[in-house]
Structures are given as structure tokens and as C-alpha cells.
């Protein structure tokens, strides 16, 4: 088992910055990988960026040079740092993590971080 809790979101206006944590109840370094979601009002979920137990990181495509995730294993923290922040950045942000070997996986999701990018 593991509990995501999500922490940093808030009202910013355009170009502002914000920083997301994700706090995890045990050691990330037993999680395969983090990553973190966003879900806009009559959207679907989708995936921002992702950090794999080697240090790869991945992006979608319209954040790339925006934000930056990272995590702090002695704090079982993952951030995402979220800069030049614009309007259509507004949504729910999430945490996920995956657990286990192959075969036997599980996921897990934080409840979420509401972020809102307007003047």
C-alpha cells in the first residue's frame, strides 16, 4: 500500500510559478515510477510527466521546457515544478505511482491538487 498526498496547487497568474509535491507513505525508491496527471473540467485525464526509478524523465509534449519533475528519495517527496504557468495549465493535478514486479502490479493516486492559471 501506498498513500500519495499532493500539496503546492493555487490560484497563479499567467507566466507565474508554482511547485506541486507528492508525499509518499513509504520509500519511493520501491516505486517503479512516479508521475503526474492533470485533468481539466470536461476533459480526460492526462499524463504531464513521469520519473522512473533510474532518474528518466518524460513530458508531454506541451509542458516540455515548462516543468521540470524531480523527487527527493530522503523525503519520499516527487515535485513538479511548474513555471511560465498559462490558462490552459488550469486543472486537477494528480499523483500516481506504480508498485511490483511484473504480473503483480498495482497503482496508486493521490486526491489531487486543483491549480488555476488566470489573471
Known amino acids: 500500500q501506498v498513500q500519495l498526498v499532493e500539496s503546492g496547487g493555487g490560484l497563479v497568474q499567467p507566466g507565474g510559478s508554482l511547485r506541486l509535491s507528492c508525499a509518499a507513505s513509504?520509500?519511493?525508491?520501491?516505486?517503479?515510477?512516479m508521475q503526474w496527471y492533470r485533468q481539466a473540467p470536461g476533459k480526460t485525464r492526462e499524463v504531464v510527466a513521469a520519473?522512473?526509478?533510474?532518474?528518466?524523465?518524460t513530458y508531454r509534449d506541451s509542458i516540455k521546457g515548462r516543468f521540470t519533475i524531480s523527487r527527493d528519495n530522503a523525503k519520499n517527496t516527487v515535485y513538479l515544478q511548474m513555471n511560465s504557468l498559462k490558462p490552459e495549465d488550469t486543472a486537477v493535478y494528480y499523483c500516481?505511482?506504480?508498485?511490483?514486479?511484473?504480473?503483480?502490479?498495482?497503482?496508486?493516486w493521490g486526491q489531487g491538487t486543483q491549480v488555476t492559471v488566470s489573471s
Open positions: 500516481y505511482a506504480l508498485t511490483g514486479p511484473t504480473g503483480s502490479r498495482q497503482s496508486y
Open positions: 513509504r520509500s519511493i525508491l520501491s516505486i517503479n515510477h
Open positions: 520519473i522512473f526509478n533510474d532518474g528518466t524523465t
